[in-house]
C-alpha cells in the first residue's frame, strides 16, 4: 500500500454539489445505469442526506491512523471516504473523530468497514455510513493513502468526486459525468411527481416508461 498521497483533489462544481444535494441516491443511481453503488453500507446516524466532495482514505484494516492525517487535511463540505477493505472486527472511527470532522466542517464520514460509540452518533445529525459497530477499538500503525482511488462495497470513487448519501445508501459520481447525471435525475423527479399526482388524482393508467 502507498505510504501516502496527499495531492489535492480536483474539486467539482459547488453548484453541481448543491443541486445533488437534492436528488435521491435510488434516482441518481437509475440514471448510472443501475449499475453504481456501495453495497453494505448504511447510514447510522438517522434520515438526514449528505453531499460533498471525495476526501479518499485507504487505510489498513482495522487501522486508523490515516483517518487521523486525513482530519489534518479535510475541507468543508468534503466526505471522508475510508476504504477499510470491509473489515469488521475493530472500529475506525467514533465519536471524538467524528466531533473532529464537523468542527473542520466535513460533510459527512463513509467507512467501509466498522465504527463505534454508536449512541454518539445516532443521537447526532452528523452523516456517518459504516458496515457496521463494534467497541473493539483500531490499530494505529499504518500504512495507509490519502486522496488515492479506492473501493467502498464494490463501488470505485476517485478524490474529487461528488458523493451523495441518503437513507438508500451511498452513490459516487465522476465530475466529468455529473452535468448529465443530474439533468437526467432531475427529469426522472418530474416524471416520478407527475406519476404520483395521477395516482392520487386516480387517473393513473400504469404507463411508466424511463
Known sequence: MTPTSTAAAQPADLELITEFG???????????????????????????????????????????????????????????????????????????????????????????????????????????FARSVIHLGPYKNGPGAINVPVTIGGMVVHPGDIVLGDADGIVAIRPDEAPATLAATQAQARKEAEILASIEAGTYTGAYAK
Open 22 to 128: 437534492k436528488c435521491a441516491v435510488a434516482n441518481v443511481s437509475d440514471n448510472l445505469d443501475r449499475l453504481r453503488g456501495a453495497i453494505g453500507l448504511r447510514p447510522f446516524h438517522g434520515a438526514a442526506p449528505m453531499v460533498g466532495r471525495a476526501l479518499t482514505v485507504k487505510t489498513a484494516p482495522g487501522d486508523n491512523a490515516f483517518i487521523h492525517r486525513a482530519l489534518d487535511l479535510v475541507q468543508p463540505g468534503d466526505v471522508i471516504v475510508v476504504d477499510g477493505a470491509g473489515y469488521e472486527d475493530r472500529a475506525l472511527i467514533g465519536g471524538i473523530m467524528v466531533a473532529i470532522a464537523r468542527k473542520r466542517g466535513a460533510a459527512g464520514f463513509v467507512l467501509d468497514g466498522a465504527i463505534r460509540d454508536i449512541d454518539e452518533i445516532v443521537g447526532g445529525d452528523f452523516p456517518v
